[in-house]
């Protein structure tokens, strides 16, 4: 992988046997929010590492700002962020636990839904893959913004388990309620 893929949702590509030495991996998600500063100033992003069935290992899976890191370390949420991200969340993939099949990155905008601010006024949002050894971009997904609309969550990509190493998917999937929404598919309790 010698120059950025863009890449469309739903569109995955496997990291570990174009980059078989990859240890670890950066996952920046930049956002744009034009003059919304309040919106810009409440978007969360956050880890969820889960098993084969899709929910999270458990609660201590889901590493957001109140948790900074997963229990194994293998997932931190950086407070150091490199380059135009506005967050950043470093994966050790080979320490990630045996029993963790993918590891999704997800936003949602975190404040009480009587104001209402939604993901629908971002101009652009986009998730990259950067080489943990020497933050190389390997993949930037296409601008995610223009698809959404009234969703105050969403999930961004993941990275999983294939064939004994590591693949990663653009998703894109908006969700109307949130982190709530978003704590249920994936069977987090709040």
């Not at 949420?77 to 080979?94: N, S, Y």
């Not at 590591?166 to 929404?181: P, R």
Request: proline share 3%.
């Amino acid at each position: 992988m010698s120059v950025p893929k863009e890449m469309k949702r739903g569109a995955n590509v496997t990291l570990t046997r174009e980059i078989p030495d990859l240890r670890g991996v950066v996952l920046g998600v930049q956002f744009d929010a034009g003059l919304e500063r309040v919106l810009t100033d409440n978007i969360v992003v956050a880890a969820i590492l889960c098993r084969g069935d899709g929910e999270a290992l458990s609660d201590r899976h889901f590493v957001y700002f109140n948790q900074l890191a997963s229990p194994d370390l293998s997932v931190q949420q950086l407070r150091e962020v490199v380059g135009e991200d506005h967050d950043q969340i470093e994966v050790d993939l080979t320490a990630a636990p045996a029993e963790v099949t993918r590891i999704v990155i997800v936003m949602y905008v975190n404040e009480g839904t009587a104001v209402r601010r939604t993901l629908g006024r971002l101009k652009t949002c986009v998730i990259r893959v950067l080489n943990l050894d020497g933050n190389a971009e390997l993949i930037r997904s296409e601008n995610l913004a223009p698809a959404l609309n009234l969703e105050t969550g969403l999930a961004l990509g993941e990275l999983y388990r294939h064939s004994g190493g590591w693949k990663f998917k653009v998703i894109g999937d908006g969700y109307a309620n949130g982190v709530t929404a978003l704590a249920a598919d994936y069977g987090i309790r709040l």
